[in-house]
């Protein structure tokens, strides 16, 4: 490289990058403390540390609202992605550390079905249904009643037999 | 919190303290403007940060720093469009305004027109040189950033220096009639 080229590069290397605005540097130092915040949860959860019950009450918690979620309470294979990723070791003793006191289900809201024809020439009907569904879990040691309540969106595609 | 006597938040708020213009930098070379920029940035950290699990959570190296932001640029360009983010890229740089480069030598007109150039320079070109003077990488660590080697990545800041030196050279003959 020659002198030219080297001066060029000292020039440059005179010009300096701004660093973070102060909203910036506050955002990302917020960011940091949370980070290490669900890390140190993470650590305490997974030791049966000092966290205590609340801890696992939470996981537990949501173990449970995934599972309900993804059908398991209900038998139902629903594929539910999220409970696959969430299905931990740490998970399934968290559930045995609740009772499961009660369970209701019901429709929310429907809509008219629209009906369509396959292109095998099938007549079938598809509409929407909103289904709520409502776990109550208590807590064995403490005796905290938690209710998770869960909201699912079908779709419901039958046959149509008649008109 | 504390792993192996180290304050992990206290470890990355230094770590950020002292990477983060060089990261800036880069990051204002490939984003629309600076909250884009800084939303990079976080975004990387996130990332950064789930890589590290498996150091303990400690600070990461700069090269898998700049590689992230990267990865995670190419990602926003991509889902926004290239072509859409390269033409707003060139607006903001002749705005002036949003300058990814310490505007506090503003005064010193070589700066200005050195910081303008190097702006004007073709992406691939700018990055290289972005890495190796801001970020300061090897050329062995900006080819592992952008998956070329050493010796292209080289050469692309060989080529970079000269375009700029024969721009600068132009201007100057202009300016003195």
Known sequence: MDNTLKDLESSLETLTPRGLSDVGRDDCHQLIDQ?????????????????????????????????VSGGWFLGVDRNSSLFVENEKAGDAEDVLAFEHLDHDAWILATESPNVYVTKLGEIREISREVEVTEEVIQHRESGLVVTIETTDHHVVDTPKSDF | MSVSGIDLGEAWREWLGESAPRLLSYARARCNDV????????????????????????????????????????DRGRRKGRREKRDRK????????????????????????LRKEVEELPDKLREALTLKIWGGLTFAEIGSVLQISHNTAASRYRYALEQLQKKLNHLQTIKNG
């Open chain 1, 35 to 67: 980070l290490v915040e669900a890390n140190e949860f993470s650590a305490n959860n997974l030791n049966r540390e000092a966290g205590g019950w609340k801890g696992t009450a939470a996981a537990a918690a949501i173990a449970l609202g995934i599972g």
């Open chain 2, 35 to 74: 909250h884009e920029a800084e939303d990079l940035l976080q975004d990387a950290l996130i990332k950064l940060w789930g890589y590290q699990k498996e150091r303990e959570c400690r600070p990461p190296d700069l090269p898998l720093a700049f590689s992230v932001m990267r990865y995670l640029a190419l």
């Open chain 2, 90 to 113: 060139i607006i903001q740089f002749q705005s002036g305004e949003d300058h990814w480069l310490d505007p506090t030598l503003e005064d010193a007109e070589d700066s200005e027109l």
